[in-house]
């Protein structure tokens, strides 16, 4: 059974960085893509990164965050800097043997983790 599971989110400051974590179980990573999606209040869920582990391809909607693995803990990462307060949502990871799908059709997802950046 694939599970994904956030961790991370928190409560900052504008400027401020976050590291947020996705456990994945239940799937071999070089047969998947792995990616990170956020739906701020009101609005569309939005793809923001993903990795796909057989070609090592990573792709970042904004340079302020960074997609990151370590396949000895099947964890992925999302590294986000200078935060804003539009950067306010609740954070999904989300998988998929498919590939990316930017507009959010990715077969597996976790339940997701809450950021909130204040001015």
């Known amino acids: 059974e694939v599970q994904l599971v956030e961790s991370g989110g928190a409560s900052v400051q504008a400027g401020g960085s976050l590291r947020l974590s996705c456990a994945c179980s239940?799937?071999?990573?070089?047969?998947?893509?792995v990616a990170w999606f956020r739906q701020a209040p009101g609005k569309e869920r939005e793809g923001i990164s993903f990795?796909?582990?057989?070609?090592d391809s990573t792709y970042n909607i904004d340079p302020r965050f960074t997609i990151s693995s370590d396949i000895n803990t099947n964890t992925v990462y999302l590294q986000m800097n200078d935060l804003k307060p539009e950067d306010t949502a609740v954070y999904y990871c989300?998988?998929?043997?498919?590939?990316?799908?930017?507009?959010?059709?990715?077969?597996?997802w976790g339940k997701g983790t809450l950021v909130t950046v204040s001015s």
């Open positions: 239940g799937f071999t990573f070089r047969d998947y893509t």
């Open positions: 989300a998988a998929d043997p498919r590939g990316w799908s930017s507009a959010g059709f990715m077969q597996y």
């Open positions: 990795v796909t582990f057989n070609d």
